[in-house]
């Protein structure tokens, strides 16, 4: 069975850095591509970024880029969000997704159960 | 990067079918045939429910259909039932980057 659970959300002041988990397990991670894709309260879903099996292609949303930084670790079966200069508008939960295929191709077939970051001083 | 163009909402009676469409633009919808779907209940994480514009994922039914006529792409769920009352996203590649929609709520009159 496929898990991909998240880790590391919770309450950090504007501005503050905060880095996210996902373990992974049920299939082979090093064979997917993984992505972030976040939902603010009440909102609708905003994709964040994506790496491919081997992170030789990565993408970040505009509205993330130059702040966040998106890696995996293959022999941990682990992918990570390293998010800085964090904003009030960057509250949202955010979801660990893996994608259908090895390369970028925004299938996101199994979801985990999201970790919520809240930005707020 | 803009969202993805989806009607905030739509409705229709048990049995019907009903369909949400997903405007884009031709740098994203009109030339790459990977457009997905997704259904979320409240509280729930999104279920993967079309992929490659009209791919159906095993165990999803086959009452939920996709289809793209240049940079629109289009939901169809025939044969209404209750459980389809949900919020449904449309997503597309777009180069580097993915882009959802706004996302559509469907009522289940």
């Known amino acids: 069975e496929v898990q991909l659970v998240e880790s590391g959300g919770g309450l950090v002041q504007p501005g503050r850095s905060l880095r996210l988990s996902c373990a992974a397990s049920?299939?082979?991670?090093?064979?997917?591509?993984m992505h972030w894709v976040r939902q603010a309260p009440g909102k609708g879903l905003e994709w964040v970024s994506g790496?491919?099996?081997?992170?030789?292609?990565?993408g970040y949303a505009d509205s993330v880029k130059g702040r966040f930084t998106i890696s995996r670790d293959n022999a941990k079966n682990s992918l990570y969000l390293q998010m800085n200069s964090l904003r009030a508008e960057d509250t949202a939960l955010y979801y660990c997704a893996k994608d259908r295929q090895q390369w970028l191709r925004y299938y996101f077939d199994y979801w985990g159960q999201g970790t919520l970051v809240t930005v707020s001083s | 990067q803009s969202a993805l163009t989806q009607p905030a909402s739509v409705s229709g009676s048990p049995g019907q079918s009903i369909t949400i469409s997903c405007t884009g633009t031709s740098s994203d919808v009109g030339s790459y045939n990977l457009v997905s779907w997704y259904q979320q209940h409240p509280g729930k994480a999104p279920k993967l429910m079309i992929y490659?514009?009209?791919k159906r994922p095993s165990g999803v039914s086959n009452r939920f259909s996709g289809s793209k006529s240049g940079n629109t792409a289009s939901l169809t769920i025939s044969g209404l039932q209750a459980e389809d009352e949900a919020d449904y996203y449309c997503c597309s590649y777009a180069g580097s980057k993915g882009v959802f929609g706004g996302g559509t709520k469907l009522t289940v009159l």
């Open positions: 049920g299939f082979t991670f090093d064979d997917y591509a």
């Open positions: 490659e514009v009209s």
């Open positions: 790496i491919s099996w081997n992170s030789g292609s990565i």
